[in-house]
C-alpha cells in the first residue's frame, strides 16, 4: 500500500466522519511524523508493513468515533502544540477568540487566573504571548492539570503556575488583573452529547446544570470579588446564551461589558471590566 492508496482506504472506510478526508491524512501524517505536504509530494512511497497495520488500527478508533485528538494524542491551539488526554476537553479553535480578546487587555507583569485550564490551552496561550505575566492555571481536576503542567513544560512556558480548586473558591479579594475563562456550559440535557467527540471528554468540563450557566453564575460573582479595581473579566459560553451572560455581567456591577462572535458567526464570549468602588 503507497501513500495514495492508504488515503484512499482511510477516505472510504472513515465515510461517516464528518471529515473522512482530513482525519485520513491527519492520523496518516501522525504515524510519518510528516506534515500534509509531504503526503502530497510522495503519493506514490510505499508503506512498510508496520506503517500500513498502525494506519489501520487508528482508522479502526476513529471509525469507533473517537476523537482524532485522542487518538493522536494532540492538538495544536494557538502556536502551540498541546498534549490532550481524556481528562481534558479537546482545545477548540473558537476559544482562541478567548485568547485574542484577553490578549488585548494583557500587558506587562499582570496577574492573570485562567479558571478551569483543562489542557492548559488559554493560559499557556497568553503566558507565551506576554512572558513577564504571571498566569495561575486552575483547574478542580488534578489529572487535568498533569496534563496542563505537561504541556507547559514541552512548549518552554516557565510563567504559569498551576493551582488545583473550585473556581476562585482560593484567591483573595482585589488580588487579579485578569480572569478569564473557557467553564462547562452545555445544558445537562443537550443532546449533542450523545454526538461526536464530546461522548469522549469529561463530562464536568462541558454540562452545567439545568441550563448550562450554572458555573459562569459562580465565576461572575467571584469575578467580580476578585479582580482589581478596573480588572477584565471574559467568559466563553454557549452560542444561545450571551443575553443571560450579559445580563449576569450587568447584575454583579461590571462596566464597559460586550459581547463576542467567534469565526462561525455565533456569540461565543462576553467581557467585562470591573468597576472602580462605588
Ligand atoms: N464549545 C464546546 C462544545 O460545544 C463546549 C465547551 C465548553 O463547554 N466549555 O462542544
Known amino acids: ?20 478526508e482530513i482525519d485520513a491524512q491527519v492520523l496518516l501524517c501522525h504515524i510519518l511524523s510528516c506534515q500534509t505536504t509531504f503526503l502530497h509530494s510522495w503519493a506514490e512511497k510505499q508503506l512498510n508493513q ?29 502556536t502551540l502544540d498541546l498534549n490532550v488526554t481524556a481528562d481534558t476537553l479537546i482545545p477548540r ?16 507583569k499582570m496577574i492573570v487566573a485562567d479558571l478551569g485550564t483543562g489542557s492548559g490551552a488559554i493560559a499557556l496561550a497568553l503566558a507565551h504571548e506576554q512572558p513577564t505575566a504571571q498566569i495561575l492555571a486552575m483547574d478542580q481536576s488534578s489529572s487535568a492539570l498533569i496534563v496542563a503542567k505537561k504541556n507547559a513544560v514541552q512548549n518552554q512556558l516557565n510563567n504559569v503556575s498551576f493551582w488545583q480548586g ?28 450523545l454526538q461526536g467527540d464530546v461522548r469522549f471528554e469529561p463530562l464536568a468540563a462541558l454540562t452545567s446544570g439545568d441550563d448550562g450557566l450554572d458555573d459562569i453564575r459562580i465565576i461572575v460573582r467571584q469575578a467580580q470579588h476578585c ?14 446564551q450571551a443575553q443571560q451572560v450579559l445580563a449576569l455581567f450587568r447584575n454583579a ?17 462576553v467581557m467585562g471590566q470591573k468597576t472602580n468602588e462605588r
Open 166 to 193: 473550585k473556581w476562585l473558591d482560593a484567591i483573595t479579594e482585589h488580588a487579579l488583573d485578569l480572569v478569564v475563562s473557557n467553564p462547562p456550559y452545555i445544558e445537562e440535557d443537550d443532546p449533542h452529547l
Open 227 to 240: 479582580l482589581k479595581s478596573s480588572g477584565w473579566f471574559l467568559v466563553e459560553h454557549g452560542y444561545d
Open 50 to 78: 508496520q506503517q500500513q497495520d498502525t494506519f489501520k488500527q487508528l482508522i479502526k478508533q476513529r471509525q469507533r468515533g473517537q476523537p482524532i485528538a485522542h487518538i493522536t494524542g494532540q492538538q495544536g491551539f494557538w
Open 1 to 20: 500500500m503507497n501513500i495514495s492508496q492508504a488515503l484512499i482506504y482511510g477516505r472510504n472506510t472513515l465515510i461517516k466522519s464528518e471529515s473522512p
Open 253 to 269: 456591577g461590571f462596566t464597559n461589558i460586550s459581547t463576542h462572535q467567534d469565526f462561525g458567526g455565533n456569540d461565543r464570549v
Open 93 to 108: 479553535p473558537d476559544t482562541e477568540l478567548l485568547v485574542e480578546l484577553a490578549l488585548s487587555k494583557l500587558t506587562d
